[in-house]
């Protein structure tokens, strides 16, 4: 049996109390927004190069999961007389403890995907059947690496890919995380075909879900150098600060005449990166919107 105690705790307890929380025998330790949902709910995250100044919110809800042996309040107990040996700080005020259901997590886990269906593309984790008549299969389980098809960024890619794309054309797809815009091009038509990463496991993800699909693209640490200038296609999934810091860079990579498409941005941050991306020579304009999310796209002149 396990179970879940509830604290209500400020900013400047909540880093040190959920570690000394996983010293003194916690399973895991969640912090949340005591006022989500209210006038005073208040954003902590940030994009890369604009990180937060503060690890915690201004008032703070700590879930701590526990085995709850045979009685959760006896366990509870336990914890807290070790917590107090752990941790120098004041002991924070329970506010609540619910026991949680036994389950099957792997399966509870492979519940929340589902197949996901694009055009003529399908992406199904392996746990699924791809439906019956489905033209390009795509295999692909969540994983460390970012993209599995349903975040509204990919979604967003993914539809211009299987709208857009030229056939043969040589894609690079800056940020590849899983692999999974790269692949999608690859299955949709394109020719030689590349990715770029920053995180090693990335690349080390999209390279096995290459494999997995059978499909021919290399995949490279972003320190990596391409040929400049020499893609049909480039695709940059990332966010609106890195895409600002790196315009220059991904215009480069687009051939005259090819098409860069970027996503990772808000509808709000879209005037402020397009504006940037038409100092670099290469005007790109909204092509699509989800969920509070756009695609911008553009072609270089020539």
Known sequence: MYAELVYRMGEAEAEALGDAMLDAGALSVTVEDADLDTDA???IFGEPGLEP???AWTNNLMVV???AGESAEHAALALEARLAEVYAGRQPQREAIRLV???DWVRATQAQF???GIGRLWIVPSWHEPPAGA???MVLDPGMAFGTGSHPTTRLCLEWLERELPAGARVLDYGCGSGILAIAARLLGAGETEGLDIDLNAVIAARDNAARNRVEARFHDAETSVSAGGFDVVVANILSNPLKVLAPALVAQVKPGGALVLSGVLERQADEVAAVYAGCGL???VA???DGWVCLAGRRPG
């Open 135 to 137: 033209e390009h299969v």
């Open 288 to 290: 699509a919107t989800l």
């Open 65 to 67: 999961l526990i085995d």
């Open 101 to 103: 259901d036994e389950q």
């Open 114 to 116: 589902d197949p996901i």
């Open 283 to 285: 005007p790109v304009g």
């Open 53 to 55: 100044q503060v690890a």
């Open 41 to 43: 709910e208040a954003p």
